[in-house]
């Protein structure tokens, strides 16, 4: 479906969500921040330690590499137990979690986002100590996920 | 059928950390997309990978939507002892692919 086609199924009432749900907003969506608020609970959470890695420009959201690694010696005693990852405009604020143990080595991974706009990730590091650190990336998408036809 | 790839180094030293990438065939269909017609596409996506190392997990990761299709992670894991290391990618619609890598280490 191209985008026109796109805008017109949109018209006739079928797309709207869509079309609210990629819609560029300043400030951080609060439904991230509730679906951070489940993760962490009541906890704090404080930048540093996390270093999520996205390229600052993307031209196609449907495959956007991102790494994300945590500072941590991995024993038994301190070690990163999960990085969860967000985004503020995608339909879902969910991406991805991960779950580390001492055995990891290092608390560091890579893969393949979908973003659906030029927006905000946010990622969220779980220490065996139950402290929670973040870091954040913005990426400037000019093809959108989500919006297009099959791959 | 869904075919897999994995690359894991053959030999290592004991307690070194060694890097583990996969990449796994998955359309990863978000749920949230609708046909010319306007109907709804069903989501069918991988939900779950886990590793384990002659049967302890070692990682494991929760994918949703926002996952590029045919999933590929790349994550790491300290060589303890030769042995199997075991892929599982678990989905909707019974989607489940095991696949696994032999390890010597020295």
Same mark, same amino acid.
């Given at each position: 479906?191209? %985008?026109?086609?796109?805008?017109?199924? =949109?018209? =006739?009432?079928?797309?709207?969500?869509?079309?609210? =749900?990629?819609?560029?907003?300043?400030?951080?969506?609060?439904?991230?921040?509730?679906?951070?608020?489940? !993760?962490?609970?009541? /906890?704090?959470?404080?930048?540093? %330690?996390?270093?999520?890695?996205?390229?600052?420009?993307?031209?196609?959201?449907?495959?956007?590499?991102?790494?994300?690694? @945590?500072?941590?010696?991995?024993?038994? /005693?301190?070690? !990163?137990?999960?990085?969860? @990852?967000?985004?503020?405009?995608?339909?879902?604020?969910?991406?991805?979690?991960?779950?580390?143990?001492?055995?990891?080595?290092? /608390?560091?991974?890579?893969?393949? !986002?979908?973003?659906?706009?030029?927006?905000?990730?946010? =990622?969220?590091?779980?220490?065996?100590?139950?402290?929670?650190?973040?870091?954040?990336?913005?990426? !400037?998408?000019?093809? /959108?996920?989500?919006?297009?036809?099959?791959? | 059928? +869904?075919? +897999?790839?994995?690359?894991?180094?053959?030999? +290592?030293?004991?307690?070194?950390?060694?890097?583990?990438?996969?990449?796994?065939?998955?359309?990863?269909?978000?749920?949230?997309?609708?046909?010319?017609?306007?109907?709804?596409?069903?989501?069918? #996506?991988?939900?779950?990978?886990?590793?384990?190392?002659?049967?302890?997990?070692?990682?494991?990761?929760?994918?949703?939507?926002? #996952? +590029?299709?045919?999933?590929?992670?790349?994550?790491?894991?300290?060589?303890?002892?030769?042995?199997?290391?075991?892929?599982?990618?678990?989905?909707?619609?019974?989607?489940?692919?095991?696949?696994?890598?032999?390890?010597?280490?020295?």
């Amino acid at each position: 479906m191209d %985008r026109r086609a796109f805008l017109r199924t =949109a018209g =006739a009432g079928l797309g709207l969500v869509s079309i609210v =749900a990629v819609r560029p907003t300043g400030a951080t969506p609060e439904r991230m921040q509730a679906a951070i608020r489940r !993760v962490v609970g009541s /906890a704090p959470v404080t930048p540093g %330690r996390v270093k999520l890695e996205l390229p600052p420009l993307s031209e196609n959201g449907h495959a956007v590499p991102l790494t994300v690694s @945590v500072e941590s010696p991995m024993t038994e /005693a301190d070690h !990163v137990r999960a990085v969860h @990852v967000f985004t503020e405009i995608n339909p879902l604020p969910d991406v991805a979690t991960f779950r580390f143990s001492p055995r990891s080595g290092r /608390a560091r991974v890579s893969t393949r !986002v979908r973003l659906a706009n030029t927006q905000t990730v946010v =990622a969220i590091g779980e220490l065996s100590d139950g402290s929670f650190w973040s870091d954040r990336a913005t990426v !400037v998408v000019t093809l /959108a996920a989500c919006l297009e036809g099959p791959l | 059928m +869904a075919r +897999a790839l994995i690359n894991v180094p053959g030999q +290592a030293r004991r307690g070194e950390i060694i890097e583990i990438k996969t990449l796994i065939s998955h359309v990863m269909e978000t749920g949230h997309r609708r046909t010319e017609a306007g109907a709804p596409i069903a989501r069918d #996506i991988i939900r779950q990978f886990v590793c384990t190392y002659n049967g302890a997990e070692v990682f494991r990761a929760d994918l949703h939507p926002a #996952i +590029a299709a045919n999933p590929f992670l790349v994550f790491s894991t300290v060589a303890t002892e030769s042995g199997t290391l075991t892929f599982t990618w678990t989905g909707d619609n019974g989607f489940s692919v095991t696949e696994s890598a032999a390890i010597t280490v020295s």
